[in-house]
Each structure stands twice: as C-alpha cells, then as structure tokens.
C-alpha cells in the first residue's frame, strides 16, 4: 500500500542536504528511537483498544540561529501502531453472509518518512551537560500502512466490517490517510564525547493533529511517546 510513495525519499534527502551546504552553521548527526504509540476516538463509534511499540529512525540537522537557538530538522523512517475498538459490528466474509460481531479490535501498523521542523532552545553547559527544549511541527507521510482484525480473539481477513454505531451501518475501510501532521514538543540533554562531537537523550510527545483513520465518520487521533537517542558529529 502506497509504495510509490517512497520514491518521496530521495527528493526529502537532497533537499536536506542542499539546505546544510548553504548553512554555514549547522549540526548533523543521527538518531534512534524507541515509541510508544497510541489512537485518542473523536466520535463514539470507535473505542481506544491500547498502545503498540514502534521504532524510529533518521539524519537529525540543527542550524544554528544564535548561541542557545536552533532551527530543527532532518527525517525519520517512523513505524508507528495503535489499536482501537469497534464495540459492535457485522461480519461479513461473504456477500450472502452476515455475522454479528462485538469488540472487533484493529490494529495498526503504519511506516512514515518524518520531517520535523522545531525550534530548539540549548542552555549553556553545566559542568559537560547541556539541556534543550523543543516545540514545532511534523510533517509525516505514509509508506506503507496495513491493519490486522480480530473479533473475541478470532482473525477477521477482512477489510470490509459493517458498523451498528448510532444504529446507521457504515462500510468500514481500514486503510490510513497518506498525510499525518502533528504538534512535537521534546526535553533532552546534551554530553560531549571529544572535539565537535557529542551524544543526546531525550523524550519527544508527538501530537497528532489529524485523523489517522480514512473513514469520516470512525475518525481517531494517533500520538506517540518516544525516548531518543542521538551522536552530533
């Protein structure tokens, strides 16, 4: 699903690095990060059904705007998951074929390329520790996206569920919107390891702004929580 998509990846990549020749100050370094995501329901129809573990990873790129002020960039390959519930449904393998089930759980596992754009803030060292902070906003873009169904415990192999929420039945898709934006806010800390080069921790919420689920009227939330780390070089 949406495989042509990663032809975005090249295009993101020399506009980054044509945007660091440019700068004449401006940090590179790379980063990991274990997640943990989640889906917030915005209507009645669907329920939170928990979190999912996931992963990320990329090119961080700081420019630097004044001695404790820094522009901040760079891409991530994020896989990001969450799971959520609808409390009655029908099941319907078939054409001919209608079953009732209840608590059908979906759950997601989507693949983005991240491009972050954030102010940070750097305070000076205290003893070889600096701290920072970061606020802005995530631009992601969906890789690939799948969803796996299951109902009191049995697989459903199936995309099409049809819902009794508000006693109107809808036909359920459970593909994801090829756009995620969301808010970033993030505290870490900064240790140097010899010459320009130094290592960073820290913890980053992404706020989803958007729904993350295509059908209208099952609409839903994703953020995730997630502690990174990271070498400057």
């Not at 906003?137 to 099409?160: C, E, H, P, R, W």
């Not at 010899?194 to 939330?221: H, Q, T, V």
């Given at each position: 699903?949406?495989?042509?998509?990663?032809?975005?990846?090249?295009?993101?990549?020399?506009?980054?690095?044509?945007?660091?020749?440019?700068?004449?100050?401006?940090?590179?370094?790379?980063?990991?990060?274990p997640?943990?995501?989640?889906?917030?329901?915005?209507?009645?129809?669907?329920?939170?059904?928990?979190?999912?573990?996931?992963?990320?990873?990329?090119?961080?790129?700081?420019?630097?705007?004044?001695?404790?002020?820094?522009?901040?960039?760079?891409?991530?390959?994020?896989?990001?998951?969450?799971?959520?519930?609808l409390?009655?449904?029908?099941?319907?393998?078939?054409?001919?074929?209608?079953?009732?089930?209840t608590?059908?759980?979906?759950?997601?596992?989507?693949?983005?390329?991240?491009v972050?754009?954030?102010?940070?803030?750097?305070?000076?060292?205290?003893?070889?520790?600096?701290?920072?902070?970061?606020?802005?906003?995530?631009?992601?873009?969906?890789?690939?996206?799948?969803?796996?169904?299951?109902?009191?415990?049995?697989?459903?192999?199936?995309?099409?569920?049809?819902?009794?929420?508000?006693?109107?039945?809808?036909?359920?898709?459970y593909?994801?919107?090829?756009?995620?934006?969301?808010?970033?806010?993030?505290?870490?800390?900064?240790?140097?390891?010899?010459?320009?080069?130094?290592?960073?921790?820290?913890?980053?919420?992404?706020?989803?702004?958007?729904?993350?689920?295509?059908?209208?009227?099952?609409?839903?939330?994703?953020?995730?929580?997630?502690?990174?780390?990271?070498?400057?070089?």
């Amino acid at each position: 699903m949406y495989k042509s998509n990663k032809n975005l990846l090249p295009v993101f990549i020399l506009i980054l690095l044509s945007n660091a020749v440019m700068a004449q100050r401006v940090l590179l370094g790379l980063k990991a990060a274990p997640l943990i995501g989640w889906y917030k329901p915005i209507g009645s129809a669907v329920k939170a059904g928990g979190s999912s573990i996931g992963f990320s990873y990329g090119l961080m790129a700081d420019f630097r705007l004044g001695e404790r002020y820094y522009i901040g960039t760079g891409f991530d390959i994020s896989y990001m998951g969450g799971k959520v519930v609808l409390p009655s449904a029908i099941y319907t393998p078939t054409a001919s074929i209608a079953t009732p089930v209840t608590n059908v759980q979906i759950n997601y596992t989507n693949q983005y390329i991240q491009v972050p754009l954030s102010l940070k803030f750097r305070t000076k060292e205290i003893g070889r520790v600096a701290y920072w902070a970061q606020f802005g906003y995530a631009n992601a873009f969906l890789l690939n996206g799948k969803a796996s169904l299951q109902s009191d415990n049995k697989v459903i192999n199936t995309s099409k569920i049809l819902t009794n929420a508000s006693d109107i039945k809808l036909n359920y898709n459970y593909e994801v919107p090829i756009y995620r934006g969301s808010m970033i806010i993030g505290l870490g800390i900064e240790y140097p390891i010899g010459g320009n080069s130094r290592i960073y921790s820290g913890i980053k919420f992404d706020n989803g702004l958007f729904s993350s689920i295509k059908d209208k009227k099952m609409e839903a939330l994703h953020s995730n929580l997630s502690l990174n780390f990271g070498v400057y070089f």
